[in-house]
Every structure is written in structure tokens, then in C-alpha cells.
């Protein structure tokens, strides 16, 4: 079979790829497995750096193969608030794993501000400006490398911070209280480039750069490096991002093909992602508008070469007729909604519109999503594993990504090996045990978070069934292979095995800025600590969650333990300023729904079916809790009456918004007693319809339409889709659950 290519969603270009073992992955790194850069400067300025930039930006997408992505700041006094916004993102979403890369540069004026600590203006004297000295301390949240480069006045006046992994480099055009030249042959982003593109062949490290450009006849002031991180025995190298070799990670196989589409190649996307970016929403990154319309553009070639019916040989012509005909009409909605937005980047009248910009993104965004899904969704429900490798070679099928639907897809149906390199020996856990189901630990020194859970052992040895142990290695692997961030699922390291304890776990790496000595909080658990929770931020949640099913369903994963005690958030680490300084300069808002010291909008989710595996050997599906059972359909209560389906797993998400809407744990809402005589007479029929009636009375007043049919439509799923085909029920969950709650966020 041919190993599949990986797109990921569509804000990722290069494939966030996880190490599923942990030795090789801890060792000093020579080769990135992916590549981003940011080049900060301002919409309107006196210091002219945009042909430089242009240069700079060439050199690393063209040559170096790294994504890029150009920022030019506002002066409208949103600046400071979005640069944080990007920071921000840019290290939450680019800089996932320690073998990744992230280079920030900037060009324009610095100066010391009053208490002498950096501040960027636009210009010489008066104009906009930016504190950096406090945005700067996002990115020491990076999990991999980060390299800094100022071409600016006083470019080496930055503050120190600690970086818990990777390396941070700053490479400075001058010393603090030096000038740096303006853009000419004799500047330092001019020779800065020539000397990249000279080391492009055998790379060069960013140290030895320094040097090479202080001995360069015309450069005009000495430039600094300075490393941050001295904890690493290596240096960032700057090199061609290439594939590397070495297979012996699951996560490998799909996940190093570099197919982003440069946008210093096509003018067009270019010119489109360039005029998106002049009045786009404060929540839309530049760095995820020009990751849509590459997407998006990618795509459109395909849709113009798609007219009734697929190219001749296309697996795709074996799906049915509905579902080609609703891949055909996506693309071409696709196509028209670019042709469109390319006319009114060129129209002067539409320059700087917010409201068109804004309604355009909304429109590439939607038609991006809706062209992948029309081919995920029915690829996935109607090919058999006899057409997979022919699937695995089709053009359409690898730039929406269904490649990597189908890879996770043939994981959890058995139809691939899965390999037995995921165990974590257990001398390279670090944690302190306690009744807790979560604990923070490390893995070879890396940051990590733990899921225990006890199993039964085989009485005749003392050790798990061999099934325990199979089912614990088949779902490791699901949850170390790659998957869009879109699943709301951790990076998964591997699991270990405590046999003392009769005990496995499995290791998570935390997320970027995440309080790594403070552990996960429960939705459950949150009910009680956050009395007042926003209708946005609920609505952002309850979205996250649906979105994420939808993934789960589409590659055919079933998780069997939706509740609110198997979603959790992970504390943040707010950067080390005050609060009041957090508040005023926009910290805050790199977290979209923030809530104490979470974000509402990342939940993730845990205790998939492994945690039932610890009854291996018994009846596995009779389950008599009532904490469980209130979240499950009726057919499934105590002794199942039917086997576990997709539409069992959306009931019990539907249990979980309506947790969400009343912000109230499910036996506050259904006033379940404490009385364990009364709890015995409960009727789960009628539990169900006294649930539905609270809905109806409640819940269109409390949350709105949408939110109310969402929730309608997940607990009466299995009603409303009886007599369905799997595609069919797919495409109504997608219409009237994901859609539904989409709608709802976008007026919040």
C-alpha cells in the first residue's frame, strides 16, 4: 500500500506530525520536520522594507521550503491587540512538537520606551506603536525551536525568559543603542538574504550566520546573536525542509510530505490574501487568512477540472450519484467565491471594507470546509479496502486531506498494522501517583500529562488479558497517529505499562502556554467552580465538541464515553506580566474564551474506550452506573438492548450540551435524588422525555434557535435518521448539528 500523504485542516500547511516513541525524539535535533515564519512589519511606514520582505520571503518558501506568512500591522490602534492575537496563535499552532521551527522577523523602528524596554513604531518620530517587550514573552511558550530576527534600531533590546523546551536565538542587526541602516544594498535584511541563499545546500547555523554577516565588507553595524535557551547542547540550523528518513515512528509516514502551495508563486492568491489581511476580525490570524486562500486556491485548480463528471480512472466516479454530485457542486461554489474575491481585492472601492472583507473569509472559509467534507464524508462511508490504494493516489482525495481520514480510518478497523513502538519504558516516567485519574509528569524530562487507569488482571497470571493489552496498544496508536487539532485531542506519547499497580497510562504533551504544575479541569468539575460563564463562550464550546464528534464519526471512530467527566481544559500559563498590563495591552485575547485560567474554546477530550478495557474478560458492555448511564440513550442503559452505534455517541453529546446550555451538571437538571431507593426507580424513557421537556421550555430563551435545535437534533438523532445509510446520517449530523452550532458562534 503506499503511504499516504497528510493535509491537514486547513490552517496547517505542513503536517503536525507527533512522535509516538519517545528515545530518537529527545535526542539534539539537526533536522526539522516543519518550518514557519512570520515577517511583522507596518501597513503604512517611513522605513520601506516591503522589497526586502518580498526577498525574505522567497528565499524561505521558495528555497528553504518553510511556510510563510507576511503581517503588516495597522494603525488604527488594533495593533497591539493583534500582534498578540498572531504571537499568539502563531505558537499555539505552529509550533506544536520540539522538532519544529518557528522564526519571527520584524523590520521597522525600535526604540526604548519610558521605562527603557522595547516599543516598534511605524515611524521615526509620532505614529503607531507596539510594546514588544511584552508580546515577546508569548513566545516562550514555543514547544520547538524559535529564532528572532529584528532589523530595527536597538534590534538586541529584548528581555530575557525562560523556555521550558527548544532553543530561542535571537539574531539583531545591531546592539541596543545602535541605529540599523534603511533599505539599500548595505542593510542587514538585503545581505542577510544573499547570505541565506548562498547556505541553502548544506544549511547553516544561525550562530555561524551572525559571524558571516559581521565579516561582510558591507555591512555598516555589527549584528548580535544571542541564545536564550543555553540548556540545549545544539544550535538552530537553518536548512531545506526535506522528509527525513528514518520510518520508525508511526507518525512518520504521513507525516513529512511538504505540498503547500507558495503564495510568492501565485499572484493571485497572493493579491487576495493580501487584501483579506487589510480589515480582517481581530479572531482571524493573517496567519490562518493566508492558510485558507492557499488552501482554497489549491483546491480551486482541482475544481476547474471538474465539469459533470471525475476524470476518467477516478476512484471517485464509484461513489454514489449524490454524493458526486455534491463534491462537483462544492467545488464549483468554491471556484466562483474565489473568482469573486479576487475581483474585489482589485476594486479601490473595496479596499479596507471591513464588512465585505469580513463576509468574503467567511465564504472561502465555509466553501474550503465544505469541498473537503463533500469528498471526506462519502470516500470514508462508501469505498471498500479494496479500492484503498487507488484512493491513496487521487488528486483530490490528498489536497482535501481525506488521506489522513482514511490512514486513521484503516487503524481502527484493523486493515493496517499497527506497530508495537509505543510503549513508554516505565523508569522514563516521572510521577507521583494519586487517586486522581489525571497527574503531571514528565516523559525524558518533557512536560507531559498522565491518564491512568487501573485494569483487571488474568487471575491465572497476574498480568492484563491479552486482549486488555491489544486494545490498549490499537487505541495508543489511534491517539499517537496525526490528526487535525480539530479532533480536540492531545498529542499523545505513548502509553506505559505499571505492573506493580496493575496499572496503564498514557502520556500526553500539554498544550502551548499551558500551567504544566496544575492539573486538567473537568467540564464537570467545572460546573461548580465557574458559577457565570458567558453565552459565547459556551457556544464556542459546545462547537468544539461537535466539530470534533463529527471528525470521530466521519474515519468511522466511535468514543463510547461522551460525558462531562472525559472533557477537560488544560490551565494556562498567562505570559509574566501583570493582569491589568494583560488586560490593557490584549494579552488576554490570544485565548478566545477565556475563563479564569482556561479557555473554553480547547477542550479536550480523554477516556476514550480503553478506559473500559479493565474488563476484559467479563461482559465489557453491561454497565449499571448511573452517573454513566444518565448520559447514554435508553437502549444502552444497564444491560444494552442494541449494539453500541455512532448515534449512541451523539445522544450522550446532546446529554453534554444540554449540560453546557444550563451550565449545570445533568443530575442538577433532571434533579436526580440522592436517595439511593429513588435512583433505582428511575425509568430511562422517561428521564429522556423529561430532559427534552426542560429543553423545549428553556433553552430557546436561555441560548437562542440554534443552539436549541443543535441540541434537539443530537437527542433525537437516532429518531430522525432511522432508515438513513451511513453517508446519508453523516451528511444530517454535519447539516443539522455542526452546522447549526456554527451558525450560533458566528453571531457571537
Known sequence: MPKPNMADEWEYKVVHSFQTGVGAYFTSRQVYTQAHVLLIHWQ????????????????????????????????????????????????????????????????????????????????LEGGPTVQWHVTQQLLFAARGDVLLILDCCHASLIMNGKKETGRFELLAACATGRPTPFPSSRSFSNLLVKELQRRVEKGV?????????????????????????????????????????????????????????????????????????????????????????????????????????????????????PAQTEIIRAFRTLDTTLVTSSQLATDPAHQGDSGVIEGMLESIESSVDAACEAVETPVLAQLNSREYDAVYEDDIVKKTGTDTALSLHEIYHDNRLVPENEEIPREQVDFTPSPSRFNSGTVAKLEVVIETYRYVADP????????????????????????????????????????????????????????IHDKPVTLLKLYNQEKRVSLGHRIRLACALTVALDHFHTVGWVHKGIRSENIAFSPLNFPQVSDDAASSLGIADVFTARQGSLDLARPYLFGFEYMRMGDAGTNLEEDH????????????????????????????????????????????????????????????????????????????????????????????????????????????????????????????
Not at 497476574?462 to 489511534?478: A, D, F, N
Open 625 to 748: 452506573s448511573l452517573d454513566r448511564n444518565l448520559y447514554r440513550h435508553p437502549d444502552r442503559w444497564g444491560r444494552p438492548l442494541l449494539p453500541f452505534e455512532k448515534a449512541h455517541d451523539i445522544h450522550a453529546l446532546g446529554v453534554v450540551l444540554v449540560e453546557i446550555a444550563f451550565w449545570q451538571n445533568i443530575r442538577q437538571i433532571a434533579k436526580i435524588s440522592a436517595n439511593e431507593r429513588d435512583r433505582q426507580r428511575i425509568v430511562a424513557t422517561e428521564l429522556r422525555e423529561s430532559v427534552l421537556d426542560k429543553c423545549h421550555d428553556k433553552l430557546p430563551h436561555m441560548v437562542g434557535d440554534n443552539f436549541y435545535e443543535t441540541v434537539l437534533a443530537c437527542l433525537e438523532f437516532q429518531d430522525r435518521t432511522k432508515g438513513m445509510d451511513t453517508y446519508e446520517a453523516q451528511k444530517y449530523f454535519q447539516i443539522h448539528v455542526v452546522g447549526r452550532i456554527q451558525k450560533a458562534a458566528g453571531r457571537v
Open 205 to 321: 547555523f544561525v550562530g555561524e550566520l551572525a559571524s558571516i554577516l559581521r565579516e561582510t565588507p558591507k555591512i555598516t553595524e555589527t549584528p548580535v546573536f544571542h541564545d536564550f535557551a543555553r540548556h540545549e547542547s545544539t544550535n538552530i540550523k537553518l536548512h531545506r525542509l526535506e522528509a527525513p528518513q528514518d520510518q520508525n515512528f508511526m507518525a512518520k509516514p504521513s507525516g513529512y510530505i511538504f505540498f503547500r502551495v507558495s503564495l510568492s508563486d501565485d499572484l493571485t492568491g497572493l493579491e487576495i490574501a493580501n487584501w483579506l489581511k487589510t480589515a480582517s476580525p481581530m479572531n482571524i490570524t493573517a496567519v490562518r487568512i493566508e492558510a485558507i486562500v492557499t488552501r482554497a486556491r489549491g483546491l480551486q485548480g482541482l475544481a476547474q477540472g471538474l465539469d459533470k463528471v471525475f476524470p476518467t480512472g477516478s476512484v471517485l466516479g464509484k461513489l454514489s450519484q
Open 44 to 123: 503604512e511606514n517611513d522605513f520601506n522594507p516591503e522589497k526586502e520582505i518580498d526577498e525574505l520571503r522567497e528565499c524561505f518558501e521558495q528555497r528553504f521550503k518553510y511556510t510563510v506568512t507576511s503581517l503588516p500591522l495597522p494603525k488604527d490602534g488594533s495593533q497591539q491587540r493583534l500582534l498578540n492575537r498572531e504571537i499568539g496563535e502563531f505558537v499555539h499552532n505552529q509550533s506544536p512538537s520540539e522538532d519544529s521551527l518557528i522564526v519571527v522577523y520584524y523590520a521597522g523602528h525600535c526604540a526604548p520606551d519610558e521605562n527603557g524596554l522595547a516599543e516598534w513604531a511605524a515611524f
Open 460 to 515: 491465572t497470571t497476574s498480568k492484563p488479558y491479552e486482549e486488555t493489552l491489544r486494545q490498549v496498544r490499537k487505541m495508543t496508536s489511534l491517539l499517537c497517529h496525526p490528526k487535525a487539532r480539530s479532533f480536540h485531542i492531545l498529542p499523545c506519547l505513548g502509553f506505559f505499562h505499571d505492573k506493580p499497580n496493575h496499572t496503564f497510562g498514557l502520556a500526553f504533551k500539554t498544550p502551548p502556554h499551558s500551567n
